[in-house]
Every structure is written in structure tokens, then in C-alpha cells.
């Protein structure tokens, strides 16, 4: 037997497996060579498209930085102080805010912003978390792309300087992270977040893993941003161990083009067919907290399991479903996978967080899902219709017994942190 480490949590999980019959897809290993230090101040002087950041600001004017919220593996402790040390002697600190683009997630309480960020800038600089249900605290732009209604944060809208900071990896239906979502969903009001996340975006086949141009998300993401203004764009990518390997830095759209081009080279791999069983993980702390955010392993796994084949997904879920939100209503509120697909599929209003059980919906009504959590209980997961298992390599032994002579098995040890492909399949 062969033993994989999966990412789980923050201390990782053993599966056990036949070597003979299972594929590993794990990430590419990308050595850092210099201090991050050094790649991200060569980023900002440096940039893909325009000018430097230095020479894009003048003094005495008021900065605005949009960072990932907490759910996200960001360097936000290297990037932020990277920043500010760039703009040192030319922005006062008390014109700087750092906006934590939440999107429609909870806020980051202080202990988590400490973590985040460092004490240093917690001390130094004001922090925060953009609320998208607080009208107050929103400034209408107009309708812009596709007919998006769009509030964005009234202090990022008023500042002189907007940096959008984020890294980059393939998105679940946006195709890549970073660029333009921390603008919108990020520091958007949740009646945009519900339009840019409605049935019929989230329902066409362009809305997923590593497609950009003609994904109907991406594109309204793409035009709010342009529409609206970033000053200077600022993305990392990322290695299995959470370290920068490469920064990009400049004009918002170049940058993150740029930034997506080695993103799709590090973090996406062809396999060669489909498999019965396909395990996955939902890379560990802090992306596998909730169950809500483990959707997104499950889809990287769907990439490339048989139709009517098992999922297996192991993510600690120390945050529950979570209990804020309305992901866990929306989950239970049809009595199976296919009625909660058909219905959400219907649907002229969008309810919030329909789009990720709309996704979820989709994997359960072609094949099995079964979950390894710490924190969720058998009963808890028969609500939103997974299965549990105690003990994950005998979950999947089973599961390659069940599916008969000649079963393949795929893991993906770190999730969605590597995304398999079938060239020219299409399900």
C-alpha cells in the first residue's frame, strides 16, 4: 500500500492506498529561489503594464487596499507591509485603509485580522471588513457589463488610490481568483454579488475551472472593475506550501493576465481519462473551515470522476456549514440533489448562496459524494444529502470494490490547489 498525506485542517490526514490503481495529482513543486521580500518589491517597481506604484501616487493622497478575506491562503503579511513600505514618505498612514473584500462572508474578527496581518499593521494601519449588507456604507456606480447592479464600498469609491491586492489560482466558476474579484464580489453590495452569482451565470458551461474570456462571471467581474477604477493591480501565485513563487504588479487587467498565464501552468494538470473514484481535500486550513467553501474541492474532483462515480472529500470544517449565511437553508430546502438543481436552475431572483449549492447540486445528481469532516456529524451532513465516513481509506477500498474488476482511483492531495483535466472531454 501506498500512503498519501492529504491536506486537512492544519495537521493533514493519511490515506491509504493501491498504488497499482491510483493516479496522484498533486501540485507541480515550485522552488522559491529569492526572499518574497524581494519578488514582491521587484513586482511594484516593476509592473507587467504602466507605471511603477510609486510614481502612480502623489502626496497627501488618501489609499484604499482590497485584501482577501480570511478563507483565503494570502500573504496579506507580506504583501500589505510591501506596500506601504513602497508608498513610505509620500501617503501618511492615517490616509491608508485596508478593506478586507469579503464579499458576502462573515467579517474577520480582530484576533483573525492579527493573524492575517501581523500586529504591525493592525497597530499602524485602519482595517476594514466590508459588510455587503450595509446599504450605509455603499455607494451606487450604475448598471455596468451584463446588466449588473452595482454599490460598491463607499471608502474605496472615495479614495484616491485603489490597490487591489489577491493571488491568483483557477476558480470553481470565475475561472481564476484574484485581479478583478477583489473589486467585485469582493467589495460589492450583496444585491451585485447576487446578480454576478445568479442561476444562468453560474449555470453556463464557460463558468468554471480556468476560463476567462467568455465565462459570463468573469466578464461582468472584468467590466465593474474597469468601469469603476484600480489604481495599481498587485497578485501572487502561490506553491503547494502556501509561499510566493511569483508576483505581478501594474495596470489591473495586463497584471492579472500575466499573473494567470503561470497560474494555469502551476496549479492545472491533464490526466489521462476519467475515474471511478476520486478523492479530495479541500487544501487544508484555512480554505477547508466550512463546508460551504469544501464545494469547490468537490468540483475540482468532478473535473474528472465517471458519471455516477463517488467522491470522496475530506475537509475539517471547523466552522461548520458555517451557521451564518443561508447556505445550509438553501441546502435543505428540496428533498435531493436533483430537486435542488432543478428548482435553484428556475430561479428568476437569486437567494444568497444559491450558487454554491447550485454547484454542489450538480456533482450529487451525477455522482455519490461522501465527506470526511471533524466537525460536522452524520446528521448534519444528511441535511445538505452527503454521506460521512469515519475512516477515508476504507471509505474509498469500498468504493473501488462497488465500482468492479479494473477501478481507477484519482487523489488529489491538495484540492483544488492543482485542478485535473481530460483534454477535449466534455461532460
Not at 485542517?9 to 515550485?30: I, M, N, Q, Y
Not at 466552522?319 to 428533498?335: I, N
Request: hydrophobic fraction near 45%; glycine fraction near 8%.
Amino acid at each position: 500500500m501506498r500512503t498519501v498525506r492529504l491536506a486537512y485542517g492544519e495537521t493533514g490526514l493519511d490515506l491509504h492506498v493501491d498504488p497499482a490503481v491510483t493516479t496522484v495529482v498533486a501540485p507541480k513543486h515550485h522552488r522559491v529561489t529569492e526572499p518574497p521580500r524581494e519578488v514582491l518589491r521587484r513586482a511594484l517597481r516593476s509592473p507587467v503594464a504602466g507605471q511603477p506604484l510609486r510614481d502612480r501616487v502623489r502626496r497627501g493622497q488618501t489609499v484604499a487596499i482590497s485584501a482577501c478575506d480570511g478563507t483565503r491562503p494570502q500573504p496579506r503579511h507580506l504583501m500589505i507591509p510591501a506596500i506601504l513600505e513602497e508608498l513610505d514618505g509620500l501617503v501618511d498612514l492615517a490616509d491608508v485603509v485596508v478593506l478586507v473584500a469579503t464579499g458576502t462572508h462573515r467579517g474577520n474578527s480582530e484576533a483573525e485580522l492579527r493573524e492575517m496581518f501581523g500586529d504591525e499593521v493592525v497597530d499602524t494601519v485602519r482595517i476594514v471588513n466590508h459588510d455587503a449588507r450595509d446599504r450605509g456604507s455603499l455607494t451606487w456606480m450604475g448598471e455596468l457589463g451584463a446588466g449588473v447592479p452595482v454599490w460598491l464600498n463607499s471608502e474605496w469609491v472615495a479614495a484616491d488610490v485603489r490597490i487591489t491586492t489577491g493571488f491568483v489560482e483557477p476558480h470553481f466558476f470565475a475561472g481564476f481568483s484574484g485581479g478583478p474579484k477583489l473589486v467585485a464580489p469582493g467589495l460589492a453590495a450583496l444585491e451585485t454579488v447576487l446578480v454576478l452569482h445568479d442561476a444562468y451565470r453560474i449555470g453556463h458551461p464557460r463558468a468554471t475551472w480556468g476560463v476567462i474570456e467568455g465565462n459570463p462571471v468573469h466578464d461582468d467581474v472584468r467590466a465593474i472593475a474597469a468601469a469603476t477604477g484600480v489604481t495599481f493591480g498587485f497578485d501572487v501565485v502561490l506553491n503547494q506550501n502556501k509561499e510566493v513563487v511569483a508576483a505581478f504588479g501594474g495596470d489591473l487587467r495586463a497584471m492579472h493576465a500575466a499573473a494567470v498565464r503561470t497560474a494555469r501552468e502551476v496549479a492545472m494538470q491533464p490526466v489521462p481519462q476519467h475515474f471511478d473514484v476520486v478523492v479530495t481535500t479541500n487544501s487544508g486550513f484555512p480554505l477547508d473551515q466550512n463546508l460551504y467553501q469544501s464545494v469547490k474541492g468537490m468540483s475540482a474532483a468532478y473535473q474528472v470522476v465517471k458519471p455516477g462515480g463517488t467522491i470522496v472529500c475530506a475537509a475539517e470544517c471547523r466552522d461548520g456549514f458555517p451557521d451564518h449565511g443561508s447556505y445550509r437553508e438553501v441546502l435543505a430546502s428540496a428533498d435531493s440533489p436533483a430537486a435542488l438543481f432543478a428548482e435553484i436552475s428556475a430561479r428568476e431572483v437569486t437567494v444568497p448562496d444559491q450558487w454554491q449549492v447550485q454547484i454542489q447540486a450538480r456533482i450529487q445528481s451525477d455522482c455519490r459524494v461522501v465527506m470526511h469532516t471533524s466537525h460536522l456529524s452524520d446528521a448534519d451532513l444528511a441535511t445538505a444529502h452527503l454521506e460521512q465516513t469515519s475512516d477515508i481509506s476504507l471509505a474509498v477500498a469500498e468504493a473501488l470494490a462497488a465500482a468492479g474488476p479494473g477501478a481507477r482511483l484519482c487523489v488529489l492531495p491538495e484540492g483544488p490547489q492543482t485542478i485535473p483535466y481530460i483534454d477535449g472531454a466534455r461532460r
